[in-house]
């Protein structure tokens, strides 16, 4: 059994410039086990200090979310292609002060 | 501070009540060669924070064509790089620069959406302090009638001369409507005449063209459920761009001719928005082009904040006690609230007592957000089901974000029925004279169930936000009105009479001999 995994050219810094590569993964958790082994710096990366798949990140196998298909307990099928998308949102809204000009000081305010 | 770093920091301002506050991080040290340059040209506050970072161009999506399995070497030889290694497609600005919601890293101003090192979604952030005494009621009359006479407060780079009259629509106080729905004190945004193309899509288009045109793409697109289609296509026009736009498939058909006209590539996809969207990214990953709600989607969302500058200033320079807002990405709820809390803080706005309340509304069909808000719960995404096409985002970006401010600010969301949709459409049209779009019918469903649960008092001042014209979804229509395809009458009075009983369902007078009364 083998799938094909996509990465974004954004995570191909911690791959040698690998933007596809085939596994044996047979799912999700096993797959992102295997980056710890094989590319740990992208598995830096796209997990967060817990050691789960930063929110930001969206798997589709083949052309679908893979949370439409059960998520984790999905079983890869031979051939499936899995895809790393980052998600593309909006962050959260912060109203920010620069403080680079004498006299302004460390001004701070919260709303509302 | 550690020798290298440069001597300033920045303070940030949550405008969410349940996020913690995050001290942005100093990225000076090991001025490497990328962005060397910069440092000496750019102004101190924002270039030289962004100097420092050290990032790979893969991540500003340059790529200059389809080269899928290229060496990184080739790639970096081809992309948008001087002689020096400095990035081209990027600018200093000393008002406003990109900045990691999470982890607080700055990146100046390029086409980039998510931070490189913690994947979260870059926000544009803006030096407040220096629009002080700058950003005010006179300066804002001063300006033309459109969203321009906000751009102290919008990413436009420095020398961008707009020349369309987009926005500065008329907010009406809708005395008719609201005494339908309970509500006395009501008002319409009515973004179903903004221009150019008739939707609020103008906005955050106007805003996000002018950076691709700074950062020099050639093309631009999007993934559009359909009104952002229309304007990038027509605005893209005015400016001599190109443009490649992705839809669903199964978009309304004025809504593809919309885009057509103007000359732009359309490319129908076989699914709905979400793979439409997901496509869109990797496409923005492997060309060079500018697409407006990827890898511009920080320029682009900012634009959305000129709906809540124009309600205050059109309220007299105050603010409403309730914003009811359709959601689809749920980007819009948010930078209205973002537009409010910026001109509370620079004085334009009195501070309210109690926070202002934002109502966000979908349809039933395609209603995660609604959902999450409702149950407390994380976004689920849904597949999407509904007329309401403009909506139909089963996966939304901003949802998660979307449903912790509503709910932190006190607010609601409620969803509502495909029938309910076409009432909310006919309702405002018979009240207001307004033929909004199936989002809009969306809006003006929920507005009145919201006065009706009482989630909304009577006398509060209560504004909804219709984003789009109904003649883009007629079809939603279909079958609503018999007459249309009714037998025609001779040219005569008696027929005239006889049609105008029939439609008020009034039964012939029965004929009377003379002299039997």
Request: charged fraction near 20%; charge should be neutral.
């Amino acid at each position: 059994m083998s799938i094909k995994v996509v990465l974004p050219t954004a995570f191909t810094r911690h791959t040698d410039g690998r933007k596809q590569f085939d596994s044996a993964a047979a799912n999700l958790p096993a797959l992102l086990s295997e980056f710890d082994r094989t590319f740990p710096a992208l598995s830096t990366q796209i997990k967060d200090e817990n050691g789960k798949l930063r929110k930001f990140i969206n798997i589709y196998i083949n052309d679908e979310d893979i949370r439409f298909l059960g998520g984790d307990a999905y079983a890869f099928q031979d051939g499936d292609e899995v895809m790393l998308i980052p998600s593309i949102a909006g962050g959260r809204s912060y109203i920010c002060f620069t403080i680079g000009m004498s006299g302004t000081g460390n001004a701070r305010a919260v709303f509302p | 501070m550690p020798s290298g770093r440069f001597e300033f920091h920045a303070e940030w301002l949550r405008d969410e009540p349940c996020d913690a506050t995050t001290t942005g991080q100093n990225l000076g040290t090991g001025v490497n060669s990328l962005l060397a340059g910069r440092k000496a040209a750019g102004n101190m506050r924002f270039g030289a924070r962004s100097a420092g970072h050290s990032l790979h161009p893969s991540f500003f999506f340059l790529r200059r064509s389809r080269r899928p399995q290229e060496s990184l070497t080739v790639w970096q030889q081809e992309s948008k790089l001087s002689p020096l290694g400095e990035n081209l497609m990027d600018y200093s600005c000393s008002n406003y620069e990109l900045a990691c919601g999470e982890c607080g890293k700055r990146y100046g101003n390029r086409p980039l959406s998510a931070c490189p090192d913690c994947l979260a979604p870059l926000e544009i952030v803006y030096d407040l302090l220096n629009a002080k005494g700058v950003f005010t009621r006179d300066s804002i009359a001063r300006g033309p009638a459109s969203i321009w006479r906000y751009a102290r407060l919008l990413p436009v780079p420095e020398g961008f001369q707009p020349d369309l009259p987009v926005g500065f629509t008329p907010l009406i106080h809708a005395s008719r409507l609201g005494a339908s729905i309970g509500a006395s004190n009501l008002y319409v945004k009515n973004d179903a005449v903004c221009f150019p193309t008739l939707s609020f899509k103008d906005r955050v288009v106007a805003v996000a063209l002018a950076n691709a045109q700074k950062f020099g793409f050639d093309t631009v697109g999007c993934s559009s459920t359909g009104n952002l289609a229309n304007s990038v296509a027509a605005q893209a026009a005015r400016l001599g761009l190109k443009a490649c736009i992705l839809v669903p498939a199964d978009l309304e058909p004025a809504k593809i001719l919309n885009t057509l006209v103007y000359g732009a590539r359309l490319i129908r996809i076989d699914g709905n928005y979400d793979h439409v969207n997901r496509l869109s990214i990797q496409i923005a990953d492997e060309y060079n082009w500018g697409f407006v709600n990827v890898n511009l989607r920080p320029y682009y969302a900012e634009g959305s904040k000129t709906v809540g500058y124009e309600i205050a200033e059109q309220l007299g320079w105050r603010l409403p006690d309730n914003v009811v807002v359709p959601m689809a990405g749920g980007s819009l709820i948010r930078k209205i609230r973002k537009a409010f809390n910026e001109l509370i803080f620079l004085g334009l706005v009195k501070k309210p007592a109690r926070p202002v309340r934002f109502f966000g509304a979908q349809a039933t069909g395609c209603s995660p957000i609604s959902v999450a808000v409702k149950t407390g719960t994380d976004i689920v995404p849904q597949r999407p089901n509904t007329i309401a096409r403009s909506l139909a985002i089963g996966n939304p970006a901003d949802g998660p974000a979307a449903a912790k401010m509503i709910l932190a600010e006190g607010g609601w969301a409620e969803d509502v029925s495909d029938i309910e949709i076409v009432s909310g459409i006919q309702e405002l049209a018979e009240t207001e004279g307004i033929f909004t779009e199936t989002a809009g019918g969306v809006t003006t469903a929920v507005a009145a169930r919201l006065c009706a649960e009482g989630r909304i008092a009577p006398g509060e001042t209560t504004v909804i936000c219709i984003t789009g014209n109904g003649l883009k979804t007629t079809d939603a229509l279909a079958g609503r009105y018999d007459h249309i395809d009714s037998r025609a009458i001779r040219p005569r009075l008696a027929d005239f009479d006889a049609c105008l009983r029939s439609l008020d369902g009034t039964p012939e007078p029965e004929l009377i001999a003379a002299g039997e009364r």
